[in-house]
């Protein structure tokens, strides 16, 4: 089975071509294939797959490390698209600098602004906490709730994914793994939660930590950015154009307004590709 590595600001993917009709993996297999010791090492893997959209470039499924399915991943969104583009060229085709793609959650705008980087349109940012979906509260800018005898407050947005996005002062100083394994585990959120600490440094500039739901704490988180811009702008908090320093790079997020879609941009990288060996 051919794959290929790539990676979004360091949040990294194995890619798996599956546009002739090949079977999407299982559980067990991506599971193997994240393993970063006895497999190829990844957050999640990527399938490109066929649309029945003739106007979309391609559909694409999102694994987590630990085989579960998750509905959206902005980073792996723009290898997607990186991936979508470099083999339309190597088979004569010219998509142009704009196209569609196809995710879990629905159909989504890129640009390829040259240099590796690519803009993705990731949809308006949904607040309701049905959507999100966190159980056993009304609609609010601002959610607590008591995590072994602590009071945490955050923002909840979805992103096509479950955000909590905790203000922090300093990110670095935050048992990430400790924190985001006990909100994820809390019943306030039936299908578990990506848990994001977000630092503001100043009005266009978020520093970001992420947990992710089946992968744990992750370089970079596409979504994660996204949802923190998302939370911090509607608290007024931050501008409307910001950019997210994660440890593995740099994201740029725009929300224009509460109607129009956020956008999302970064590189996408090409690392490695190969043959997995399943004997």
């Excluded at 196209?99 to 040259?114: N, Y």
């Excluded at 019943?187 to 992420?210: C, E, I, T, Y």
């Excluded at 950015?225 to 911090?232: H, L, M």
């Excluded at 702008?233 to 320093?245: N, S």
Aim: hydrophobic share 45%.
């Amino acid at each position: 089975m051919r794959f290929f590595k790539m990676h979004g600001a360091g949040n990294d993917f194995v890619v798996l071509y599956l546009r002739d009709g090949a079977a999407a993996p299982s559980p067990a297999l991506c599971r193997a294939l994240a393993d970063r010791h006895a497999g190829i090492g990844c957050d999640q893997v990527l399938t490109i797959e066929p649309s029945a959209d003739p106007s979309v470039a391609a559909r694409y499924g999102i694994f987590n490390a630990d085989g579960s399915r998750a509905g959206q991943c902005g980073n792996g969104a723009r290898c997607v698209a990186a991936f979508v583009e470099r083999d339309a060229r190597r088979r004569g085709q010219t998509l142009g600098a704009r196209f569609w793609l196809e995710s879990p959650v629905g159909r989504h705008a890129v640009e390829m602004l040259g240099d590796g980087l690519v803009r993705l349109d990731m949809g308006r940012p949904d607040f309701d906490p049905v959507h999100v979906p966190i159980a056993g509260f009304a609609p609010a800018d601002e959610y607590a709730l008591t995590v072994e005898g602590a009071t945490i407050r955050f923002g909840a947005v979805s992103m096509g994914n479950p955000h909590a996005v905790i203000r922090v002062d300093d990110i670095d100083s935050v048992p990430l793994q400790h924190l985001g394994a006990a909100l994820q585990r809390h019943p306030a959120f039936p299908d578990s939660v990506n848990v994001g600490v977000a630092q503001f440094v100043d009005a266009s500039h978020l520093r970001l930590r992420v947990y992710e739901r089946g992968v744990g704490e992750t370089r970079a988180c596409g979504s994660g950015a996204c949802a923190a811009a998302a939370v911090f702008i509607r608290r007024g908090w931050c501008d409307r154009r910001v950019r997210v320093d994660l440890p593995g790079g740099r994201l740029h997020i725009e929300w224009p307004s509460e109607d129009a879609p956020l956008t999302l941009a970064g590189p996408a990288a090409f690392v490695f590709e190969g043959e997995w060996l399943d004997e």
